[in-house]
C-alpha cells in the first residue's frame, strides 16, 4: 500500500469537554485518520463512547496496552495541562507519534523533556494551534506580509468568560488559570502576525476576592510585551468576563479586527480598514480540529516536520512563564533571545464542514453562557 493510500490510527487519551465535542468528531473529516482507541479513566465515557464511535476503550494505565492490540500510531493528548509530559513521554518510549492539546505543558522544562523525548524515539511532536489552519487567520497573516497594513505598530487582544465553579480550569493542580487556557491564544496570535519574538514582557494579575473559583488561580492577566521594531502587543484574559474575544492589529496604513477571534464552532469575521476605506469579510463556521488532523497525519505518513510543533509551543510557555513572573515582581522580565520559530503560511489552509453538537458524556462546557 502507498503511504497515500494508508490511515494514521489514532489513540485519544482524555474524554473531557474538547475532546466529545471537537476531536472525537473531527475524525469524520480527516480521511486520513482513523479513530483506533479511546483512554480515559471514567468506565462510563469508556463504555459509552466506545460504543458510540467504535473504538475500543482502555484505562491510562493501559495506554501501552493498546498500542500494541490497536496497532496505535498516533495519540491525541486532551488530558489536563500538568499531563501533558508525562503523557508524551509514555506515548514516545511506545514509539507513537504525539499531537498535544495547547498549552504544550506548564513549564519550560516539561516542554524541553517533552521535545527530547519525542526527538530520542523519533517521532513526530505536533502542538494543536488550530488557528494555524484557519482561513481568517492564514488570510491575516498573507496580509500583512504583503504589507497591506503598512509598518505594524500593536496588536491588542481581549478574551474572557465565565468560567463554571469546580471546572478543572480553575485548579491549579491541572494547570488552570485564564492566562493558561485563554492568554496561550493572544500570545501566540500576537506572536504569528508580528512574526517575531517579544523581548520583553510587563504583566499582572488579579483576582475576585470573595468568589471561592479563584482561591488559588488567577480571575485575570494583563500583559504588554514590547516586540523588536518598537511594537507593542498588548492582551487581558479573564475566566470573571462576559464572552468576548477579539483582536485588533494595527499598521501605518489601517487595521485589521478579527471578532470573534478565536472561536472554534462558529463564524469568524473581520472588519479591515485600510486609508479609511473599510469592508467586512466573514468566514463561516467550520471543524477546526480536522484540519490539525489531516497535517499531522500527513506529516508522519510523509515524514515531514509538522508546523506547529514543539518549539512552537515551547516558545508560548517560556513567554507564559515570563508573564506569572513579572506580575509577581511588579517589574518587567526580559525574554532571553531564541530563532523566531516557522511560520504558518496559507498552504496549511485547510477547510471542514462544521461537526453536529454532540450529546456529551459526564462533561460540560467549561463556561457559562
Known amino acids: 500500500m502507498k503511504a497515500s493510500d494508508k490511515r494514521v490510527r489514532y489513540a485519544v487519551a482524555g474524554l473531557g469537554h474538547i475532546a466529545q465535542v471537537a476531536v472525537l468528531p473531527a475524525f469524520a473529516h480527516a480521511k486520513n485518520s482513523e479513530l483506533a482507541a479511546l483512554v480515559s479513566g471514567d468506565p462510563t465515557k469508556e463504555k459509552k463512547l466506545s460504543q458510540k464511535y467504535g473504538a475500543p476503550a482502555f484505562h491510562y494505565d493501559d495506554f501501552e496496552q493498546a498500542v500494541e492490540e490497536q496497532q496505535i500510531d498516533a495519540v491525541y493528548i486532551a488530558l489536563p495541562n500538568t499531563q501533558h509530559r508525562a503523557f508524551t513521554e509514555r506515548a514516545a518510549r511506545a514509539g507513537v507519534h504525539v499531537l498535544c492539546e495547547k498549552p ?179 468566514f463561516p463556521a467550520g471543524d477546526q480540529f480536522a484540519p490539525e488532523l489531516i497535517h499531522f497525519s500527513d506529516c508522519v505518513l510523509k515524514g515531514k516536520r509538522p508546523e506547529p510543533d514543539g518549539s512552537e509551543g515551547m516558545a508560548d510557555v517560556r513567554i507564559i512563564e515570563a508573564i506569572f513572573k513579572s506580575a509577581a515582581s511588579g517589574r518587567a522580565v526580559k525574554i532571553a533571545p531564541v530563532k523566531p520559530q516557522k511560520q504558518p503560511k496559507a498552504s496549511q489552509a485547510i477547510t471542514r464542514p462544521p461537526v453536529r453538537e454532540p450529546s456529551l458524556v459526564k462533561t460540560e462546557a467549561p463556561h457559562s453562557g
Open 104 to 282: 504544550m505543558a506548564t513549564s519550560e522544562k516539561d516542554c524541553g523533556a517533552m521535545i527530547a523525548a519525542c526527538d530520542k524515539a523519533g517521532v513526530h511532536l505536533m502542538i494543536a494551534y488550530r488557528l494555524h489552519f484557519t482561513p481568517a487567520h492564514l488570510e491575516a497573516i498573507a496580509l500583512v506580509r504583503a504589507g497591506k497594513l503598512g509598518e505594524l505598530r500593536f496588536f491588542s487582544s481581549i478574551f474572557g468568560m465565565q468560567v463554571k465553579a469546580d471546572n478543572i480550569r480553575t485548579d491549579p493542580k491541572d494547570g488552570g488559570g485564564p492566562l493558561r487556557d485563554l492568554g496561550v491564544y493572544c500570545i501566540n496570535a500576537a506572536r504569528y502576525l508580528f512574526g517575531d519574538e517579544p523581548l520583553e514582557v510587563r504583566a499582572t494579575t488579579a483576582s475576585k476576592h470573595g468568589d471561592r473559583r479563584f482561591a488559588k488561580v488567577e480571575e485575570m492577566a494583563g500583559a504588554l510585551m514590547h516586540f523588536p521594531g518598537d511594537r507593542i502587543a498588548q492582551f487581558t484574559c479573564s475566566f470573571g468576563s462576559g464572552n468576548v474575544a477579539s483582536l485588533e492589529l494595527v499598521g501605518t496604513k489601517g487595521m485589521l479586527r478579527i471578532e470573534p477571534a478565536y472561536e472554534y464552532a462558529g463564524e469568524l469575521k473581520w472588519t479591515l480598514t485600510i486609508d479609511e476605506k473599510r469592508r467586512e469579510k466573514t
